[in-house]
């Protein structure tokens, strides 16, 4: 373009002709396009070598074809579910629509775990992605799409940012678009917090008892300056725009809310120790014990409880390193290290000689999610019987009962409470006060069902709960048993480094069994709950793993049956 031109066209359209051309030579062309082809090509053939190699080295038992190529087997109806069809169809049992719509449904269900098992198995993108994360991190300062790099080597969770920065949760525009989400797959949630909680108050008020609500901060609500340099100097948490409505809300309501993130703020201003791991979505034994000495207080100031006991719980300090959360979900190489452990003392706590647990028969019901494991969860990593219901149990004198999840805080105690109560047993005989501890995030992504909490009797005989498949099979106590069965259902299972936690437990209903060394066990069904991921690590596939983040199946008969605790062999 000579300058004579270029003085009769406009910047816009220079910049037009500028944008739009590229110098390139048809070597490179070429070279460029061969390139692109070859990794497009490369990454599935590679897959489907080893995939064959495992076959016929026999590791791959029961599967004749990779699993790339394997997809009639569910995009195709079965016999049982094309007969179904006719027989409801003309039964008019809901009709073709309804067999229709379940059919379509399974087709869905299983489309969505086929992908997400191809990603899992895709060991050249496994190998890839982890070792162009270290540069990305290390060098780049990026993160992924579930965690945020902030500065001086901070870490933070996307829903954590997300929660906050996004639109009122109570905003009547964001609430219909989120009761209008869900699939054929996914039930859209109910988003409203403040209906599910004035709905767990009025029925724990039935049974004379008194909710307590504890909002969580997140760390980005403490610390944003660690994560923006515009926060710099700020002297308030940061919080949702509909936070305070949610706060005006519940107090109109009558109901208690306890709130830490002021105490957070003050204690930060005043340059105590750190409120927060560095690369962990949860806060210090530091910030913990402060919230649980003003959440006792506060309880105390709202219901009458019996006086404390005098020195009947004592703590003894222990120092823990663990590995944050958050950097795990960054899938470096094992051997690669960009964020390094960090180390904090906590303060276990013990209830005359022996090692604190909840106690059944206390006063006070304390339901909490991952805030409240961290330091009590052993699989967690950082110790255990040093977390928030301990340290509560501690400022309040008094034994606690729990009911511990790491997340969905803003449905699973609930419902693992109903649970218990259609079980037959009463977790609410004898309480006073239920403390309800949850991530404030949920307030934003949460879904907060409302669940009845129907007193049930107790259950029969573990065979008669599901008499049509024969009964349930559960072992003595205390006495493993080597069984075969058949996999008639098995619950979702997170993808390593998608979420906040390390371990996750799912939940599979076993048809068919056979057990040499017990022949009680011939034809019936199981519900077993095994490990799905271990230290972000997926696996083959007690009351202790309940705390665990786990999925379970959408059936009220296996969720009444008496579960197993299983193990691969």
Not at 32 to 45: G, K
Request: charged letters at 25%; hydrophobic letters at 45%; one cysteine or more.
């Amino acid at each position: 373009m000579t300058q004579s031109t270029t003085k009769n066209l406009s910047r816009e359209e220079i910049a037009k002709i500028e944008i739009g051309h590229t110098d390139s030579t048809r070597a490179i062309d070429w070279f460029l396009t061969l390139f692109f082809l070859a990794v497009i090509v490369t990454v599935p053939l590679v897959q489907l070598a080893r995939e064959f190699a495992a076959i016929r080295a026999g590791k791959e038992p029961g599967r004749n074809l990779p699993q790339s190529l394997d997809v009639f087997s569910f995009l195709l109806p079965s016999l049982s579910e094309v007969s179904d069809l006719f027989v409801d169809g003309a039964a008019e049992k809901g009709g073709f629509l309804a067999a229709g719509s379940r059919m379509n449904n399974r087709m869905l269900g299983d489309i969505q775990r086929y992908e997400t098992d191809l990603k899992d198995r895709d060991e050249v993108m496994q190998w890839v992605i982890p070792r162009m994360q270290v540069p990305v991190t290390a060098w780049l300062k990026g993160g992924n799409e579930d965690a945020y790099c902030g500065r001086d080597g901070w870490l933070f969770y996307r829903k954590d940012i997300d929660s906050l920065t996004g639109r009122g949760f109570l905003d009547p525009d964001v609430l219909a678009a989120r009761s209008a989400g869900g699939s054929e797959l996914v039930a859209p949630p109910q988003p409203d917090p403040v209906k599910a909680i004035v709905d767990f108050r009025d029925q724990l008020q039935r049974r004379g008892i008194t909710l307590v609500v504890v909002p969580a901060p997140v760390k980005p609500s403490i610390y944003p300056e660690w994560h923006s340099a515009r926060y710099d100097g700020r002297s308030e948490a940061v919080q949702n725009p509909s936070f305070a409505a949610f706060k005006d809300r519940l107090a109109g309501e009558g109901i208690p809310c306890f709130d830490p993130a002021p105490l957070l703020v003050e204690a930060k201003a005043a340059a105590l120790k750190p409120l927060y791991l560095k690369t962990d979505t949860h806060w210090t034994p530091a910030g913990m014990q402060l919230v649980a000495q003003a959440l006792a207080a506060f309880v105390r100031r709202t219901v009458e409880l019996p006086p404390p006991a005098a020195a009947r719980f004592t703590t003894s300090p222990r120092e823990v390193t663990g590995r944050g959360d958050i950097a795990m979900m960054l899938e470096f190489p094992d051997a690669w290290s960009v964020f390094l452990p960090e180390t904090v003392t906590v303060r276990e706590v013990r209830d005359a000689a022996a090692a604190w647990r909840p106690d059944r028969d206390a006063k006070v019901l304390f339901l909490g999610d991952s805030f409240a494991n961290i330091y009590s969860l052993a699989p967690m990593g950082w110790g255990e019987t040093a977390g928030l219901a301990e340290q509560v149990s501690l400022a309040l004198g008094l034994p606690l009962d729990t009911i511990t999840r790491n997340d969905a805080g803003s449905h699973a105690t609930r419902a693992m409470l109903a649970l218990d109560l259609q079980r037959g047993t009463d977790r609410l005989a004898g309480k006073q006060v239920v403390i309800w501890e949850f991530a404030a995030r949920e307030l934003a992504c949460g879904d907060w069902k409302i669940i009845p909490l129907a007193a049930g009797a107790k259950q029969p005989a573990a065979t008669d709960v599901m008499p049509e498949d024969g009964g349930t099979y559960v072992p003595a106590t205390g006495s493993p048993v080597l069984v075969r069965g058949v996999v008639k259902a098995a619950s979702p299972a997170p993808r390593p480094g998608s979420v906040p936690y390390k371990d996750h437990v799912i939940m599979v209903h076993l048809g068919g069994l056979e057990a040499e060394k017990d022949p009680a066990a011939a034809g019936k069904d199981a519900v077993v709950f095994v490990w799905s991921m271990r230290d972000n690590k997926p696996t083959p596939v007690a009351a202790k793993y309940d705390a665990i983040n786990r999925s379970e199946l959408d059936d009220d008969a296996l969720l009444l049956a008496e579960p197993c605790w299983g193990e691969t062999p």
